[in-house]
């Protein structure tokens, strides 16, 4: 029972170390902490579904900041500006 209890710790533990250290991971930018809430977001996504959701901020932060809009301002972007992005 040892034999069966030690092979099945071993994946759980490389599953743990793989999962911890793709959290830490966030793409390169100059931003500063302030961004700390769109990582956030982008945390409880997984696999493909965060690369898609974290290039989809990337274009709409990118959309935003040209038109002088701060994104994470929400008296700046609101539904008006999401609907003038996605239109």
């Known amino acids: 029972m040892t034999a069966t209890t030690h092979r099945t710790s071993r994946p759980r533990t490389r599953r743990r ?3 911890a250290s793709s959290r830490g991971r966030r ?3 100059s931003c500063g902490s302030r ?3 769109t990582w956030a977001y982008l945390g409880r996504y997984k696999g493909q579904a965060r690369v898609h959701t974290g290039s989809d901020l990337k274009v709409f932060t990118t959309w935003s900041t040209e038109r002088g809009l701060d994104p ?3 008296h700046q972007v609101g539904r008006p500006q999401v609907e003038a992005f996605v239109g």
């Open 17 to 19: 170390a793989k999962a």
């Open 27 to 29: 793409p390169t930018t």
């Open 35 to 37: 961004w700390g809430p």
């Open 72 to 74: 994470l301002d929400p």
